[in-house]
């Protein structure tokens, strides 16, 4: 066991093995793909590739989160085993670019609040991208306040109900790239 980095472990539901070394955490993560890719009929013997794959940095390294907002405006992820929104400040998983986003979106949270139920963040090379989905069908005024607000903090954003896109500004699209090796495909 270690003193997991993040001051929100065990309230949030956003990480589960920060109690854990590093090298424990890596341990559990590849039996956890190997353990699906048996489940999907592939065969153990890939072990070594996802040993080859798994690794890194332990903190700074997500590029994408699910936060919510609940109805009071706090924003963060839901507590363990709960519906209930724990309020973050930072998140020491995901990237820099993303933890400190968190609290810019705090700066909105009371247009948000009632509106906006989940809000998804991806980071690449050239910045965030945040999808704001909301929890029931909005009108144009609802639509143009989020817009405004998040104008002013994000370049990049849609806000979206169910499947129907009810504005965008910036890019939609992340680019990752796919690694082979040690070389990017």
Same mark, same amino acid.
């Given at each position: #066991?270690?003193?997991?980095? @993040?001051?929100? !472990?065990?309230? @949030?539901?956003? $990480? %589960?093995?920060?109690?854990?070394?590093?090298?424990?955490?890596?341990?559990?993560?590849?039996?956890?793909?190997?353990?699906?890719?048996?489940?999907?009929?592939?065969?153990?013997?890939?072990? %070594?590739?996802?040993?080859?794959?798994?690794?890194?940095?332990?903190?700074? =390294?997500?590029?994408?989160?699910?936060?919510? $907002?609940?109805?009071?405006?706090?924003?963060? !992820? =839901?507590?363990?085993?709960? #519906?209930?929104?724990?309020?973050?400040?930072? @998140?020491?998983?995901?990237?820099?670019?993303?933890?400190?986003?968190?609290?810019?979106?705090?700066?909105?949270?009371?247009?948000?609040?009632?509106?906006?139920?989940?809000?998804?963040?991806?980071?690449? %090379?050239?910045?965030?991208?945040?999808? !704001?989905?909301?929890?029931?069908?909005?009108?144009?005024?609802?639509?143009?306040?989020?817009?405004?607000?998040?104008?002013?903090?994000? %370049?990049?954003?849609?806000?979206? !109900?169910?499947?129907?896109?009810?504005?965008?500004?910036?890019?939609?699209?992340?680019?990752?790239?796919?690694?082979?090796?040690?070389?990017?495909?």
């Amino acid at each position: #066991r270690v003193k997991p980095d @993040c001051s929100f !472990f065990g309230l @949030c539901g956003g $990480c %589960e093995l920060q109690h854990m070394s590093y090298t424990e955490q890596l341990n559990v993560k590849r039996e956890m793909i190997i353990s699906a890719m048996i489940a999907g009929g592939l065969s153990r013997s890939l072990d %070594e590739k996802v040993r080859a794959v798994i690794g890194g940095s332990p903190y700074s =390294y997500r590029q994408r989160v699910l936060l919510h $907002c609940d109805d009071s405006g706090h924003i963060g !992820f =839901y507590q363990t085993q709960s #519906r209930s929104v724990v309020e973050i400040t930072n @998140c020491s998983i995901a990237t820099a670019a993303i933890s400190d986003s968190i609290n810019r979106l705090r700066e909105i949270a009371s247009v948000l609040k009632g509106r906006i139920s989940t809000i998804d963040i991806e980071n690449d %090379e050239k910045g965030l991208i945040f999808v !704001f989905i909301a929890k029931q069908p909005l009108d144009w005024s609802e639509i143009k306040e989020i817009t405004e607000g998040a104008k002013s903090r994000f %370049e990049s954003f849609t806000i979206k !109900f169910g499947t129907d896109e009810l504005a965008s500004v910036g890019r939609k699209t992340i680019s990752l790239p796919i690694l082979h090796g040690s070389q990017t495909v």
